[in-house]
């Protein structure tokens, strides 16, 4: 079983800034990917971000990276100099090798809605 | 770039009422799953598929069933909404099902039961 935790369930940061969601993760697979997604007010759901577990180095795509610390289980996003439409509902999930099933179905938290301050 | 493809968009039923998801993928994609999301649970998945002609169990699987006749098209039915059924139904597809490929997900379809 696998389990993923996000316990910010709202964040406001200033235009401009920098921000982190925090994202932690339980899970006996030693093979695993995390993934980052946003979902806007309109509904949709967007990839942002992926992170294997064997990456040494911290995934970055444009503004989003992510800070992965193995060995303390977790993955946070960190968006830099932070737009108006970043706010956003954004989830963080995984797939396991092992644990998640023969389809490698992904696990999501429960999400932390982002908003941007003007 | 059509992606994945839900359709309807929005549904209201009453309850004991049946209906039927539509979920279509140009990508050429092995896998497709449906989800559902509720407030405060993130995404749970119902059913997935693994091929055309196959499908399986997910974590919430009571209450639906699912067919995948074609390779791009997955369907999900309700026989007889309940109110517990109320929620955000996305589907998503994967070209192949190791842990560090994405699932691309469609637009959703928020469904009501009265």
Not at chain 1, 75 to 87: C, F, K
Request: charged content about 15%; some cysteine; overall charge neutral.
């Amino acid at each position: 079983a696998q389990k993923i935790t996000q316990t910010q369930p709202g964040m406001f940061v200033q235009e401009k800034e920098a921000v982190t969601l925090d994202c932690t993760y339980d899970t006996s697979d030693q093979s695993y990917g995390l993934f980052w997604y946003k979902q806007p007010s309109s509904g949709e759901m967007i990839f942002l971000i992926y992170q294997g577990s064997y990456d040494e180095q911290n995934a970055t795509e444009g503004r989003y990276s992510l800070n992965f610390q193995k060995a303390r289980k977790s993955a946070n996003l960190v968006i830099s100099a932070s737009q108006l439409g970043d706010s956003a509902m954004y989830f963080c999930a995984m797939r396991g090798l092992f644990s998640s099933g023969s389809a490698r179905q992904l696990t999501f938290g429960s999400g932390t809605q982002l908003t941007v301050l003007p | 770039n059509a992606g994945v493809t839900q359709t309807p968009k929005f549904r209201v039923l009453k309850t004991g009422q049946s209906m039927t998801l539509l979920c279509a993928q140009d990508m050429n994609h092995e896998y497709m799953y449906w989800y559902r999301q509720d407030p405060g649970m993130g995404l749970r998945l119902i059913h997935y598929s693994v091929g055309e002609g196959t499908t399986a169990k997910g974590e919430v699987p009571d209450g639906y069933n699912v067919s995948r006749l074609k390779k791009q098209n997955f369907l999900l039915g309700l026989e007889s909404a309940a109110p517990s059924q109320t929620s955000v139904y996305f589907c998503a597809s994967s070209y192949r099902r190791e842990y560090n490929q994405p699932q691309h997900f469609g637009d959703g379809t928020r469904l009501s039961i009265l």
